[in-house]
């Protein structure tokens, strides 16, 4: 049988091509059943953190009147959303800010 592949000429080389190939082909369909395969594949990432974006709001806090004068006062917060806007946390900071109006009742 292997005197086939001693000859020369193309007719040789394409019988030991499909004559290789069926053997790889019989090799693997026997091996198929005979190796046990894992069902499923632990994953090899990390979790993704998700996206955030922070900013400072200065929002207002209270309104006094002192004599002619209007006061009002702005606490600024911290605010993490997500990329679609939906508020995650909201934390107020240390920083303050007053406005001062005078008032004299002349609308």
Request: charged content about 30%.
């Amino acid at each position: 049988m292997w005197r086939i592949f001693e000859q020369k000429g193309w007719m040789s080389t394409v019988l030991a091509v499909v004559v290789c190939v069926n053997m790889m082909l019989v090799g693997m369909i026997w091996v198929r059943d005979r190796i046990p395969l894992p069902e499923a594949v632990p994953a090899q990432t990390k979790p993704i953190k998700p996206q955030l974006r922070e900013e400072y709001r200065m929002e207002p806090e209270s309104v006094t009147q002192k004599g002619k004068w209007r006061v009002e006062h702005y606490r600024e917060y911290r605010v993490l959303t997500d990329l679609n806007g939906k508020l995650l946390k909201k934390e107020p900071t240390d920083q303050t800010a007053n406005l001062r109006y005078w008032e004299d009742g002349n609308k």
